[in-house]
């Protein structure tokens, strides 16, 4: 059995691009926070231990905003 969809096409494409675009401005703030941590630890500013424990914490504030969207 098909489901029903709700609403017109063009509405359900811009909540879906609305979505698609929430998700992108995570990503590139993820990854920005991402590479700034790998230039310090590729400067010496940061031990490796410091490195991992740093991006384990980014993954997990991105890993949080994922579940919001």
Do not use: P, Y
Request: hydrophobic residues 40%; aromatic residues 8%; positive net charge.
């Amino acid at each position: 059995m098909a489901k029903k969809r709700v609403g017109n096409k063009k509405n359900q494409t811009s909540v879906l691009a609305k979505k698609f675009h929430e998700f992108a401005g995570a990503w590139r703030e993820h990854i920005r926070d991402e590479l700034a941590i790998h230039n310090q630890l590729l400067k010496k500013k940061r031990s490796l231990n410091q490195h991992v424990r740093d991006t384990v914490r980014i993954h997990h504030k991105f890993f949080a905003k994922l579940k919001k969207l």
